[in-house]
């Protein structure tokens, strides 16, 4: 045994020792080892087999019925200062949640296989890229991880050649809400996490290491570990700008990701390439640029709402080689989710018979996996060692009311204040009620290693002198008129929003200044063949000044709430901006006025 491997070994067998398992299984990613662990799973019924004739290799897990999706509440950051995790983080002294979870690990694999799982998270030969271990007892998650991540012998070699990686354990435990917890070492770069097997509290290469931990180690290294889609816009000369887009969970970051455009762009030979749907890693590279990697191999969806009109893509991808997680099922055993078709569901995520009564057939939060490669719009340049480089990056949220269709920030420091201030309403991705507006900095508040007062420091530290930073954009597709309905058609039109994007960054674009940004006149966005009233367009862009000043003062507490730790700059900016509001107020609200 290579001196290298020894340390990972070792923990091994402590965990082992620990957690009891009957036996311990390498994977090594194969093929082979995968069929056998799927035939097993069929075998026990953690899988179902779906229709091998429409959806050959496909399968469907049912998970626990509570637990269907990330746990926020039970995700804690343990740092050894309280103020490091921050106050966007749940908090737990190192020591004491080692305690605490150890011992719900005690003893918890008797009868099951301890599975180790090698893997690499981002192209095999990235420098960009890092690897890390996950110990779990939960076959579904091997087989997950290997959609989702570069898993097995070649991710072992260079854990072999580096030495180092980052140490995840995982165990379903009795599947039991209070004895669930996720919880981070940063410091230590590992992870602990028993009682679920869904997404991102399970497959830990995904939000836990590339996320969380991996924010911690791009904060000390000078780089970005983000929540963010990656994207290419390929224009009629044939020229490709990389874009990468932050978004909160299920606010259609997948379907940008894999966007088709309207017909009259296609005719014209515009084209979406598509390098990763949920996190970036940037890196500055010698040139000033940053250059990104998708960090993950496959895409874990959301379910509900993917149909040939929303994501044609995505939909080619899902009819063979996936698994899919809390959708029902049709009659003929084809996988069936809300917003598919109009085919009816037999069995709802739970296999229940399908009964309206019972609410959605399939679950919300419900999701497919599937290695990246099946999208039709995959870009090879997924696997360029170096990455992408950034022309642009896009902030998002879902907002009924108040923010445009899309703006651009005057410059990096604005940017970084846009991207802070970011707001949306909440979805069915994480437990908790949905639709109500929080506050999620850059969609990275479930997501950040550490106090986002440093992480803001840390995205106003990228720009440095020689610095060719990306511009930075914020859309929102989720304003709606007077009448309910939403303003924007969004889906393949967001094309649109995209070609001014990309205009901007190389200066062919014109645009309008305005207190919270620059944004297009409607004649500056190519309305062809889109059958939008122009009144519609009006109101998508519209700016309420009185209803920015009190967005503002209500960003200017939550700024408030990280204390003294807020970058000076970010504080001085959101200054800068609430002024050019006040001056721009034809009518100032005076205290005691209606
Ligand atoms: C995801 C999420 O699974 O953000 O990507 O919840
Ligand atoms: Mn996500």
Not at 371 to 378: F, G, L, T
Not at 537 to 551: F, K, S, Y
């Amino acid at each position: 045994m290579s001196s290298k491997l020894e340390a990972l070994n070792r923990w091994v067998a402590e965990v082992a020792a620990l957690t009891e398992p009957d036996r311990v299984h390498w994977c090594d990613g194969s093929e082979s080892e995968n069929d056998a662990l799927i035939e097993r799973m069929v075998a026990a019924g953690d899988l179902i087999e779906l229709n091998s004739k429409t959806h050959p290799n496909c399968y469907l897990h049912r998970s626990h019925p509570s637990d269907v999706a990330r746990v926020e509440h039970l995700t804690f950051v343990c740092t050894s200062e309280p103020d490091d995790a921050g106050p966007n983080n749940n908090w737990m002294d190192p020591a004491q949640a080692h305690a605490k979870i150890d011992a719900l690990f005690a003893g918890c694999m008797r009868g099951r296989t301890l599975y180790v799982i090698p893997y690499c998270m981002g192209p095999i030969d990235s420098p960009l890229a890092r690897c890390g271990v996950e110990l779990t007892d939960s076959a579904y998650v091997v087989a997950n991880m290997r959609l989702m991540t570069r898993m097995g012998a070649a991710a072992l070699a260079r854990i072999e050649r580096e030495g180092t990686f980052v140490r995840g354990l995982h165990s379903t435990g009795e599947l039991d809400p209070h004895k669930r917890y996720i919880m981070h070492f940063p410091e230590e770069l590992s992870i602990k996490s028993i009682g679920s097997g869904y997404g991102g509290n399970a497959l830990l290469g995904k939000k836990c290491h590339a996320l969380r931990i991996a924010s911690w180690q791009a904060r000390s290294e000078g780089w970005l570990a983000e929540h963010m889609l990656i994207l290419g816009v390929q224009n009629p000369k044939g020229e490709i700008f990389y874009v990468a887009a932050a978004f909160p969970s299920a606010c259609g970051k997948t379907n940008l990701a894999m966007l088709i455009p309207p017909e009259s762009y296609r005719d014209a030979g515009w084209k979406i390439w598509t390098i990763g749907d949920d996190i970036c890693w940037m890196t500055p590279g010698a040139d000033g640029r940053l250059w990104a990697i998708n960090p993950e191999a496959g895409y874990f969806g959301v379910a509900p709402g993917t149909s040939a009109k929303t994501n044609a893509n995505a939909l080619a991808m899902l009819n063979h080689d996936a698994i899919f997680t809390n959708v029902a099922v049709t009659a003929d055993d084809a996988p069936w989710w809300e917003g598919l078709s109009d085919a009816k569901p037999a069995r709802d995520w739970q296999g229940r018979d399908y009964s309206a009564a019972s609410g959605p057939a399939a679950h919300p939060n419900s999701r497919f996996t599937v290695s990246a490669r099946q999208c039709p719009s995959w870009s090879p340049r997924a696997e360029d060692a170096q990455g992408v480089p950034i022309s642009a990056i896009i902030f998002g949220g879902r907002r009924e009311h108040l923010v445009p269709l899309v703006f651009e920030a005057r410059d990096w420091t604005h940017g970084v204040l846009v991207g802070a201030s970011m707001g949306s309403e909440t979805t069915a991705a994480a437990t908790g009620a949905v639709g109500v507006l929080r506050r999620d900095s850059m969609a990275m508040k479930p997501f950040c290693g550490y106090n986002f007062a440093d992480y803001f420091a840390h995205w106003l530290g990228i720009e440095r002198p020689g610095a060719k930073l990306p511009k930075i954009f914020h859309v929102n597709w989720f304003r709606k008129g007077d009448d309910g309905k939403f303003l924007w058609p969004g889906f393949g039109d967001n094309m649109r929003v995209l070609e001014w994007i990309v205009g901007r960054c190389c200066g062919s674009e014109d645009a309008v200044e305005t207190p919270i940004g620059l944004l297009p006149h409607v004649e500056d966005l190519n309305l062809t063949g889109l059958s939008v009233p122009a009144s519609r367009l009006d109101a998508l862009l519209h700016i309420d000044t009185e209803g920015w000043i009190a967005e503002y003062e209500s960003i200017g507490e939550y700024l408030a709430s990280f204390g003294a730790r807020l970058p000076a700059r970010l504080r001085e900016e959101h200054r800068r901006v609430s002024s050019l509001l006040a001056a721009d107020n034809p009518e100032p609200v005076t205290a005691g006025s209606p």
